[in-house]
C-alpha cells in the first residue's frame, strides 16, 4: 500500500464539541483539511444549517449521526439528509439488513429529489469507546470484539453498504477480506498510545493506515493542539513516512 498519496484525503477532522464560530476558526487555521465529521453534537447544537456553511466552506462532510431504529425511521431519516448534500452517512449495523438495505436505497432517492450525489452509507460495528470488558459485561456478550465486527461488517457488506466503521485493530483482517472501495473508517486514532481519552481500541495513524484503513477520525488531537495545522502536517507526514 502507498501511504504516500493523498493523505489529507484520509483525515476526517471530528469538529464536535466546538461550536460554529470555534469549528470556523479551527478550520481557517487548517485550511489543507478536506473532511469534517459532524456527530450528534454539533448538529443537534447548530441544526441542518451547519452543513451548508461548511459545504461552502469547500469541506466534505461526514454526518455521524448513527441511525439506528427500525427500518422505516431509519430510511425516512437517511433520505432526509440526502437532501443536504453530504458525503458520508453513518448508521448502526446492528439495526438489522432489512434497515441498512432500506437506508442505502433512500440515500439514492433523497440525493436524487435534489439533484445531488448519493452520499455513501457506512455501517458502525462495535464502538471503539468499548474494552473487551465492558463489551462483554454490559452487552452481555459471550463473543470477542473482532467476530462481532467482523459480523456487523459482513451485514453491512450483504447490504449493499459502501463500508464501516470499525476500530484500526479490525481494520486489518477486514481489508484481507474486503476490497479498497469497501470504505474502513476507523476512529480511536492518537499520536501517542498513552493518550487515549474516552477510547479505548486506539491506534497511531501510521499503523492505521498500515492495516488498511481508508480513512481516519481525529479530534482532539487536532483540535486541542496548541498549533493545530503544525499538528496535521506531522500527522499526514506520519502517515507517509512512519
Not at 498519496?5 to 483539511?33: M, T, V
Not at 456553511?53 to 431519516?77: E, R
Not at 495513524?205 to 498549533?227: C, Q
Request: a neutral charge; charged letters at 25%; aromatic letters at 6%.
Amino acid at each position: 500500500m502507498n501511504r504516500r498519496l493523498n493523505s489529507e484525503d484520509k483525515i476526517i477532522l471530528a469538529i464536535d464539541g466546538l461550536d460554529l464560530s470555534q469549528a470556523k476558526l479551527l478550520l481557517e487555521k487548517c485550511p489543507n483539511i478536506k473532511w469534517v465529521k459532524v456527530g450528534l453534537e454539533l448538529f443537534v447544537r447548530e441544526g441542518p444549517a451547519v452543513i451548508e456553511i461548511l459545504k461552502g466552506l469547500n469541506k466534505k462532510i461526514f454526518l455521524d449521526l448513527k441511525f439506528h431504529d427500525i427500518p422505516n425511521t431509519m430510511s425516512a431519516a437517511c433520505y432526509q439528509v440526502s437532501t443536504l448534500g453530504v458525503d458520508i452517512i453513518s448508521v448502526h449495523a446492528s439495526a438489522g439488513l432489512k434497515a441498512l438495505k432500506d437506508s442505502k436505497k433512500a440515500s439514492f432517492e433523497g440525493a436524487a429529489l435534489v439533484n445531488v450525489k448519493p452520499p455513501l452509507i457506512v455501517g458502525i460495528t462495535v464502538l471503539t469507546s468499548f474494552s473487551l470488558k465492558d463489551f462483554q459485561t454490559d452487552l452481555d456478550r459471550n463473543n470477542s470484539i473482532e467476530d462481532n465486527v467482523l459480523r456487523l461488517a459482513k451485514l453491512s457488506f450483504d447490504a449493499g453498504l459502501d463500508g464501516c466503521v470499525c476500530s484500526p485493530w479490525e481494520a486489518k483482517i477486514l481489508r484481507l477480506i474486503y476490497k479498497n472501495n469497501f470504505e474502513l473508517i476507523t476512529p480511536g486514532i492518537r499520536l501517542k498510545i498513552e493518550d487515549k481519552d474516552d477510547q479505548n481500541r486506539i491506534m497511531t495513524p501510521y499503523e492505521a493506515i498500515d492495516n488498511g484503513a481508508s480513512k481516519l477520525v481525529i479530534g482532539r488531537s487536532i483540535s486541542k493542539a496548541i498549533d493545530p495545522n503544525k499538528t496535521l502536517i506531522e500527522i499526514c507526514n506520519s502517515i507517509n513516512f512512519g
